[in-house]
């Protein structure tokens, strides 16, 4: 069980079947997304990473909004120099490579920084109240943490180029049909729907989620034939494991497997 250590910028429930919810909580900041908060995410999900008990993480910021942006404020406050040095980047590469399913319940404004957040997440949530954009250009600047990469290999070349060099805002229909999110509900709802399916993630082979995870994200670094070879690899490892081996002895027996990860 993770420990209860308080934190400044986010909430940390208990693990509830499987599953860890951080919420973002800088309400008078619409939960701009300073050093501290990431700070704060990547040291949970650091401690998840080690907890058994742990199979999936949701990352949320409440039914009216989920993040609007960078602390302006904080970044106001770095010149060339300063930006270099920023620590930013380890914080978001730790949470691109945090191996277990992340689901983000994104409701309201998913902006800048929030957005990117949202795309380093594996399966997005959204309430039909979402809006979501990178509207970075407005204050003569461009996304610095994915907005620009992951955006582009998700809508595609036109509309990647609509919303970072326009920053205008898409809403959550547009969002679905482009790629972005993959279901939208009610926003009282989205964080329910989060919860539902991780507990349905977290009762598969940890092993197996693991390295499903992994050759998806693969596909963005390599070309297909190597991703192919890659997935074969990946599929055949998965037959030395006891977990296999139960799936496939439940499922001749028709019952629910009992994995455990081995």
Known sequence: ?????????????????????????????????RNNTLQEIVNKLTKAEDDNEIKVVIITGGEKIFAAGADIKEMAQLN??????????????????????IIAAVNGFALGAGCELMMHCDIVIAGDNAQIGQP???????????????????????????????????????????GLISEITLPEL???????????????????????????????????EAGLASERKAFTLLAATEDRAEGITAFMEKRQPMFKGR
């Open 80 to 101: 060339v120099v300063g930006l270099l040095n920023d620590i930013r980047p380890v914080f978001w590469r730790n949470i691109m490579n945090f191996s277990k399913p």
């Open 136 to 178: 970075e250009i407005n204050l003569g600047i461009m996304p610095g943490a994915g907005g620009t990469q992951r955006l582009l290999r998700t809508v595609g070349k036109s509309m990647a180029m609509q919303m970072v060099l326009s920053g205008e805002f898409i809403n959550a229909e547009q969002a679905k049909t482009f």
């Open 1 to 33: 069980m993770i420990n209860n250590t308080s934190y400044e910028d986010i909430l940390v429930s208990q693990v509830d079947d499987g599953v860890l919810t951080i919420t973002l909580s800088r309400p008078k900041s619409y939960n701009s997304l």
């Open 190 to 224: 989205s964080y329910h729907r989060a919860l539902k399916l991780a507990k349905v993630i977290a009762k598969k082979s940890p092993i197996a989620v693991r390295i499903a995870k992994e050759s998806i994200l693969s596909a963005y670094e390599t070309t297909l």
